[in-house]
């Protein structure tokens, strides 16, 4: 706790081992899984595709050696006990880093696995296989302390079949309170695809959460890819674009309506743009909607005061404004540790300064995650 908050991290993470495919893969694919790369800059290699995406490109390189440098910097000041800018992530280090910050639970998602499967045109049976072995390792991670840390199973999205056996197995047999899908699309496949309607309903049927995550630059149709060059508009647009067209996709394209218990979350892509995507949504369809498509007769904002949540920022200030007119239950909070830009370890000190009534504190730092996720 911190002073007498409850708080529950709706997104923390874990930077990966590589090995950790290589010891929990199936048989089958354990010649393919991630390896070593020699490109300046890379963690892995996956087949032909550069981890992180694109660092074979100079212009590239150059965006992402600057970031680390200057992430090596701030974390001298502020973490001076990691030996590593976004290092390997230790079950003992998170326990620890969470008690700094007083957080009580922590919702565990990826980091680099994501980008393993998030390449179009990728073998489904692969990239079911590097889930799998993902959330195998992740359920052990977790283990470690179960009643703080939850498993944020990885589902990948190439085959509906693959994508149900491996929801099935996270949920039944690694206790999973939450699916995590991409933001942007994979194979050029919208989410409102019909393709996807079997993941809606087992989702319903498990009574587990959607939870939608970025990943920047991925070999898809990804906006940060058109800013090689630039990191700081490539994330800032990336990162949030793509969470608001993913929101805008499930609540223009019939999904909530056609699935009326699901709860899903959009996560670090902020929160303070959601005010006028809402009215630009209602607006658009109120004149053009097409509910005989979509199977969807109610307002995107009412569809979305109902089953969604998006993440603020630790030190976002224009949440204020978003609280006021949208109000509190659809906000969770994320410190996005160990990540170079989080703000720990005075990400929750941060959140408690902003000028946010202390019910409302209360409610994003625990109540609203707690429904979310069903804790």
Not at 300 to 305: D, K, R, Y
Request: proline share 6%.
């Amino acid at each position: 706790m911190k002073r007498d908050y409850r708080i529950i991290d709706s997104d923390l993470h874990v930077i990966e081992p590589l090995g950790l495919w290589r010891d929990y893969i199936d048989p089958e694919f354990r010649d393919q899984a991630p390896a070593p790369s020699d490109v300046p800059g890379a963690i892995c290699e996956v087949g032909n595709y550069i981890m992180p995406p694109h660092i074979d490109r100079p212009e590239r390189q150059r965006a992402w050696g600057l970031r680390m440098r200057n992430a090596a910097d701030r974390m001298i000041e502020t973490r001076p006990e990691e030996k590593q800018v976004m290092g390997v992530t230790k079950p003992e280090a998170m326990l620890a880093a969470m008690d700094v910050e007083g957080i009580d639970i922590a919702v565990v998602f990826r980091s680099w696995a994501s980008h393993t499967i998030g390449i179009d045109g990728q073998d489904p049976r692969f990239a079911a296989a590097l889930s799998r072995a993902y959330n195998r390792w992740l359920a052990d991670f977790c283990a470690a302390d179960s009643a703080r840390l939850k498993v944020a199973a990885l589902i990948p999205l190439h085959d509906i079949n693959c994508a149900l056996e491996e929801a099935k197995f996270a949920s039944e047999s690694l206790g999973a309170i939450t699916w995590v899908l991409p933001s942007q699309p994979l194979n050029q496949r919208q989410l409102y695809d019909r393709y996807y309607d079997p993941l809606w309903a087992a989702a319903e049927e498990y009574n587990v959460a959607i939870s939608f995550h970025g990943n920047h630059a991925a070999y898809t149709d990804h906006l940060a890819n058109r800013y090689h060059d630039n990191l700081v508009l490539g994330h800032a647009a990336g990162q949030p674009v793509e969470m608001m067209l993913a929101l805008g996709a499930v609540l223009t394209g019939g999904v909530l309506s056609r699935y009326p218990r699901l709860r899903m979350a959009f996560l670090e892509g902020n929160c303070s743009w959601l005010s006028w995507w809402l009215w630009a949504l209602d607006e658009r369809w109120e004149k053009w909607g097409d509910a005989e498509l979509f199977g969807q007769t109610e307002l995107p904002s009412e569809l979305f005061a109902r089953h969604c949540y998006v993440s603020i920022e630790p030190d976002e200030e224009l949440a204020v404004q978003v609280i006021a007119k949208q109000g509190d239950a659809n906000l969770v909070l994320s410190t996005d540790w160990p990540h170079d830009d989080s703000a720990y370890p005075h990400a929750i000190d941060n959140f408690l300064k902003l000028p946010i009534a202390e019910a409302s504190q209360r409610r994003i730092l625990w109540d609203n995650s707690a429904t979310l996720y069903g804790l």
